[in-house]
């Protein structure tokens, strides 16, 4: 998806935000709660440079098709989850300890349909944004499961910064493949997760130099 051509207006806010996904409809999208279909937290909370965005790295496990790749907290449905965003917070609260609700919720990005590839089987994605104060913030990593290795936060400046554009070397089957990605310290934000927020990029309107 490529970056809109449009002149970024002043930093991000809230308000903008919440206006912007509540927009947001899943219009005959239908969820069943079952492994083919999971989902992700976009979780914004007040940092020191502004609103800051929460993302976990995943531990290193064989079998897991995002081994050691940063992404945001979320995953598959199960048989108890009666929607998608309780998946997502369920997911929530088992990998990074943060409790989300109703009163968290600012809306939701475009449901997304990834194909079966050979790491995984086809997956029905739904991506909702959250908004969590400081005192809540503080709630996460505070113990982590043997799935998750970190969370960290990233200006949501930088997710949109072209200084930050780099490159994420990942083979392929046999062959070496090099995607885009945004690098935040050692970390890199690339793939699915990156995907997810060109989506986010769109839905606000904000140029997004990762994928131009």
Not at 59 to 65: I, L, V, Y
Not at 80 to 107: N, Y
Not at 180 to 202: D, R
């Amino acid at each position: 998806m490529a970056s809109l051509s449009i002149e970024d207006p002043a930093p991000l806010s809230l308000d903008h935000i919440r206006q912007a996904v509540a927009g947001v409809r899943h219009e005959g999208a239908s969820f069943e709660p079952h492994p083919r279909h999971a989902a992700v937290a976009i979780i914004l909370a007040p940092g020191r440079d502004g609103i800051e965005v929460c993302f976990i790295r995943r531990a290193q496990r064989t079998g897991d098709p995002w081994s050691g790749q940063v992404a945001f907290p979320g995953g598959r449905a199960s048989a108890v989850d009666p929607d998608p965003q309780a998946v997502a917070e369920r997911e929530t609260q088992e990998e990074i300890g943060l409790s989300l609700g109703v009163e968290h919720r600012l809306g939701a990005l475009p449901m997304r349909l990834i194909e079966n590839n050979t790491q995984r089987a086809g997956l029905t994605l739904w991506p909702f944004v959250y908004c969590v104060d400081a005192l809540e913030r503080a709630q996460a990593s505070v113990r982590l499961p043997a799935e998750v290795a970190s969370v960290f936060w990233v200006p949501i400046g930088h997710l949109f910064d072209a200084a930050a554009v780099t490159e994420y070397a990942y083979p392929v089957g046999a062959n070496a493949a090099t995607f885009p990605g945004i690098e935040f310290g050692e970390h890199v934000i690339w793939g699915l997760t990156l995907t997810v927020l060109a989506s986010f990029a769109q839905v606000i309107q904000r140029g997004f130099p990762a994928l131009a």
